[in-house]
């Protein structure tokens, strides 16, 4: 059992005992492992039983629950709450919004014993006259089933490429052949991926179904599948599978058709012997995708780009850009360590990102206002500040940028007073509380934010969590305008969660001069990892390096911050007398 499981089965506990009103200090208990599991940097199964407590930082009985369900899969407390609670309300505790103490009352007073239950009760207004529910809770529910419904079947990118691959290798194994390839939605990096498309080679094409038909965890559908296309559903997610299977000589042209999006393979060409690429490509048999291109008249389109979307035009204007790559980033911002709510110390943040070849760490963590993140008050952020110039000096050349994810409050401010975030090398302005806001609202609330002059970067914009959290609407195109207006660089946030901003606003803010920075939103050394995908959102909206903030070198970087903190000081005029004490000799 992987320590991901462990951490599952420790906040499902956690979660059950708050269902059943059952011992807080145990609740307390059991949620303190899951995020000790966290920081743990080895496996835990790999670990002597005795150093369950120490290296793993467990307490004795979390110890003894971890060795139970590395041996049988749970454990007699998880075991016991798991018989007493519905399968239906155990389910209703991944809804976004509704928690553990409102779940019990909704169980309890009401019967809810399902979903569909809980549907049928919030539309029926007998959620809203619950004692602490109301009117506008009872909408939220509403809101958040109809969000749930509308996410299944679907997965975030990373999962879809994991089960692209696993696709991949069996059809590989299967027919003998290293023509296959994942395509579609995955092979265009879309952010949510409704179907998993892969296509393979091959002259025998039953083989191929024989090997999916006998594979667990795959449900064919027979009625919509044929000789040379296999369909049906991934049974753990419900997300469709498809394998369009063809001939070897005709490979290629089948991957590009099952690549591209309708509206890129229908796009009017002007320059070549036919009308589009689809009828281009079932005209003339092609070796290569750069060939097809090619014969079209076209610069090749990245996979990631052909989503019918300007693209073609471009290509045909010779304007496709040189797209940012991975290699091309120099550092990473916007990262958290154990100041807040991270699992790894600064130290360790350090030395890992500068282990992988970076030159340079943005430290990130949150600002007080996010108390429930572990916020940093004044003081700590001295302290902070004291052990990162330390680190500099002993890990130069790297550098550790003095950064801060400040929230964005509910009247637009930023955390901490301007002589505090005049003491930061660079501020991510976020917003973290009060997300349930009309278009209005939260445009000028960010509007507020961006027009600080202290604020460098605005955080993942509209807050949204992919299938879990609808983004707050917020007018796209005049929180740009007011980035470029006041040179805020934008954040392309890169956990798989977020992605956000969104790709189709990448373009929008290129065209108006905005930076954009590819930010992991690292809370462990994993995340980093995270920016792969952020690199590929910004080469569907045609990102280059020289528009990417962390594309720049240190001192590149280092001179970009200066530059705008001196203006920023400048716009802020002096701050008003302090007492030295007030906010110690760093800010004084």
């Not at 049906?232 to 419900?238: F, L, P, Y």
């Not at 445009?443 to 299938?467: D, K, V």
């Not at 930076?515 to 939103?521: E, K, V």
């Not at 002096?574 to 000799?585: L, Q, R, S, V, Y």
Request: glycine share 8%; proline share 4%.
């Amino acid at each position: 059992m992987e320590n991901r499981a462990l951490i599952r089965a420790f906040r499902l506990m956690a979660q059950l005992l708050e269902l059943h009103d059952e011992n807080p200090f145990k609740v307390r208990a059991y949620e303190g492992a899951a995020a000790a599991l966290e920081r743990l940097e080895v496996p835990l199964a790999g670990l002597p039983a005795a150093e369950f407590t120490t290296t793993a930082g467990l307490g004795k009985s979390a110890a003894v629950a971890a060795q139970e369900l590395l041996r049988t899969g749970s454990f007699p407390e998880l075991t016991r709450l798991r018989e007493q609670t519905p399968a239906g309300v155990v389910d209703m505790l991944g809804i976004k919004g509704l928690g553990p103490k409102k779940l019990r009352v909704l169980w309890r007073e009401l019967g809810v014993e399902s979903v569909e239950a809980l549907r049928e009760a919030a539309e029926q207004n007998r959620v809203s006259q619950l004692k602490g529910f109301g009117q506008k809770t009872q909408e939220a529910i509403l809101q958040a089933l109809e969000f749930t419904a509308q996410s299944q079947g679907k997965l975030l990118l990373p999962q879809a490429e994991q089960l692209a691959a696993q696709l991949v290798e069996l059809l590989r194994r299967a027919l003998g052949t290293e023509q296959v390839a994942a395509a579609g939605e995955v092979r265009r990096a879309l952010p949510v991926v409704e179907t998993v498309r892969v296509v393979a080679a091959t002259t025998q094409p039953w083989q191929a179904h024989e090997a999916l038909n006998a594979t667990e965890g795959l449900v064919a559908d027979d009625a919509h599948s044929g000789p040379f296309a296999w369909r049906g559903t991934a049974a753990a997610s419900g997300v469709r599978v498809e394998v369009q299977l063809a001939k070897p000589e005709d490979f290629t042209a089948c991957l590009f058709l099952q690549t591209g999006a309708d509206a890129h393979l229908a796009a009017p060409l002007e320059k070549a012997p036919a009308g589009t690429l689809r009828e281009l490509v079932r005209r003339t048999r092609f070796f290569t995708e750069e060939a097809i291109y090619e014969a079209a008249g076209l610069q090749y389109v990245v996979p990631e780009m052909r989503e019918g979307a300007g693209e073609v035009a471009q290509a045909q204007a010779r304007q496709l850009p040189v797209l940012l790559e991975e290699k091309d980033l120099r550092g990473s911002l916007h990262n958290h360590s154990t100041y807040s709510d991270g699992a790894h110390s600064l130290r360790q943040m350090a030395e890992f990102l500068r282990d992988q070849g970076y030159q340079y760490l943005g430290i990130c963590d949150h600002s007080r206002a996010a108390h429930y993140a572990g916020g940093l008050s004044i003081e700590r952020v001295q302290e902070q500040h004291r052990e990162i110039d330390q680190l500099n000096q002993q890990l130069g050349p790297f550098r550790i940028f003095k950064g801060i994810e400040s929230d964005i409050l509910s009247d637009g401010s930023l955390d901490y007073p301007d002589e505090v975030l005049a003491g930061f090398d660079f501020v991510v302005a976020s917003v973290h509380s009060g997300l349930k806001m009309d278009k209005e609202r939260a445009t000028e609330r960010l509007l507020r934010a961006i027009a600080n002059p202290f604020c460098t970067m605005l955080g993942h914009p509209t807050g949204r969590l992919l299938l879990r959290r609808e983004g707050y609407p917020i007018d796209y195109e005049a929180v740009i305008n007011a980035c470029a207006e006041h040179r805020v660089v934008i954040e392309i946030n890169s956990n798989p969660w977020r992605l956000d901003l969104d790709w189709q606003w990448v373009r929008y803010a290129l065209d108006q001069g905005v930076r954009l920075s590819i930010n992991p939103d690292a809370h462990h050394t994993d995340g980093y990892a995270d920016m792969r995908f952020g690199v590929l959102q910004g080469r569907k909206g045609g990102l280059t390096a020289a528009m990417t903030l962390n594309a720049l070198t240190g001192d590149e970087l280092d001179a970009f911050f200066r530059q705008r903190r001196e203006q920023a000081l400048k716009f802020a005029g002096p701050a008003p007398a302090k007492k030295p004490t007030d906010f110690g000799p760093l800010f004084g």
